[in-house]
């Protein structure tokens, strides 16, 4: 007999939803079925993983016009921070299935803290056991990266306000985290940061999916450095090093802008933010600027690259924490080389080096040494690869991940 799972989470795809619209493609095979809750959100980059669930969608806002999204979006947080708006409302959609279904527990999936006192109010009413997972945490980012809107009044204003919602957020989610049956989450850094407020915190990495991502040896025009998504900032994503590898190369001639190119596939103000370093450090001649593209598209132009980049920080008391994030896995299930910089030091580059995926780097010379290698192979075959182990990279695959959130619910 077919089992059910009622998953309550912020975001699912079409919008950026990986780890829960993957988890979903790959539940039924396992024998479940799913039931997603969600606030809707007006992207579509994951839109070839919609539709293949029963998902409800839960409109906050209307608002058309960019002063009056923002004002709609202040009222909204408003209205949640005074009265639980979101919650409540979400709580109502959930109950009407609650009460029309049979489930055998809740999973909640959230990067900051809404849904989760969702899932935890009906799992008490409904005796239903609750996972909680947490993708991602606050204490994870450098500064308020966490927060999608700026308030952009004073300074100091600013300050109070953002430690004024720090703090509400990291209240109300240990709050529900001590109540949580399991807790999963994606690194062994966010494991321990998380076990402090429940014992029993489960590690179920992000990862690729095994049907999309797969080694491609596709001959190029040029020499392809590719990095795909955000930079949300340059302290927790740095590529300074890959800038001034690439002008120490330029300058000894061994590369030039006609045949090695930086392709960026990302947003505006991530545009804005690496084209300024580029300018600065004189190496801009060498980017070239995309839009984001369908998610579908991302394994095509990964095996077209000849380098792949991975951008981070070093993982300290001011660096990023635990980052280990879908764009790394999928780079790395594609077998091309894998450049780090600047390396975190921690459980990223450590990857990198179990899997033999590429560099995490320190220092610039280890840049142009790994860059002025696949140079010359990708000269001498028109693609470039890497000896990454590929058994130790399947322990990263969706498929996999679905297994391991299956045996969860099967200890309900």
């Not at 797969?214 to 001959?219: D, G, L």
């Not at 008391?317 to 896995?329: A, D, V």
Request: aromatic content about 14%; some cysteine; charged content about 25%.
């Amino acid at each position: 007999m077919r089992k059910k799972i009622l998953i309550i989470c912020d975001m699912f795809p079409p919008a950026f939803a990986p780890r829960m619209g993957y988890l979903c493609k790959y539940l039924s095979s396992l024998g479940w079925d799913a039931t997603v809750v969600t606030e809707y959100i007006p992207d579509n980059t994951f839109a070839f993983l919609a539709g293949n669930v029963d998902t409800t969608y839960i409109h906050y806002y209307k608002a058309s016009g960019k002063i009056t999204k923002r004002l709609e979006w202040f009222w909204v947080m408003l209205l949640d921070v005074l009265f639980h708006y979101k919650d409540r409302k979400m709580i109502k959609a959930c109950t009407r299935l609650i009460e029309t279904n049979k489930y055998s527990g809740i999973l909640c999936s959230t990067y900051r803290t809404f849904p989760l006192p969702v899932a935890q109010k009906l799992s008490q009413k409904y005796g239903l056991p609750f996972i909680a997972d947490m993708r991602d945490i606050i204490e994870q980012y450098t500064s308020d990266e966490y927060i999608s809107h700026k308030f952009h009044t004073f300074p100091l204003l600013d300050k109070w306000i953002t430690n004024a919602i720090r703090h509400k957020l990291l209240k109300d989610r240990n709050k529900v985290l001590k109540t949580a049956d399991i807790i999963t989450t994606v690194s062994p850094w966010h494991v321990k940061m998380l076990e402090a407020y429940n014992q029993n915190v489960r590690l179920i990495y992000n990862g690729f999916d095994p049907e999309l991502f797969y080694p491609q040896n596709i001959p190029s025009d040029r020499f392809y450095i590719t990095y795909t998504g955000r930079v949300v900032s340059l302290t927790l994503q740095n590529p300074q090093l890959l800038f001034e590898a690439i002008s120490e190369l330029s300058e000894k001639q061994i590369i030039t802008p006609e045949t090695v190119r930086v392709q960026w596939f990302t947003n505006p103000a991530s545009r804005e933010l690496v084209k300024q370093l580029a300018q600065e450090l004189k190496v801009d001649d060498y980017m070239d600027f995309h839009d984001y593209v369908p998610a579908s598209e991302i394994p095509r132009i990964l095996n077209r690259s000849s380098v792949v980049l991975s951008l981070t920080n070093k993982s300290d008391t001011k660096g990023p924490k635990g980052i280990l994030g879908t764009k790394f896995f999928e780079s790395l299930a594609v077998g091309k080389p894998i450049l780090s910089v600047r390396s975190d030091e921690s459980y990223l580059a450590e990857t990198i080096e179990e899997t033999h995926a590429g560099l995490a780097a320190t220092n610039v010379d280890d840049v142009c040494r790994f860059l002025e290698y696949h140079y010359k192979e990708w000269l001498e075959k028109g693609y470039t690869s890497s000896t990454t182990d590929r058994d130790k990279i399947q322990y990263f695959s969706r498929k996999e991940q679905a297994k391991q959130f299956v045996r969860l619910f099967e200890e309900f």
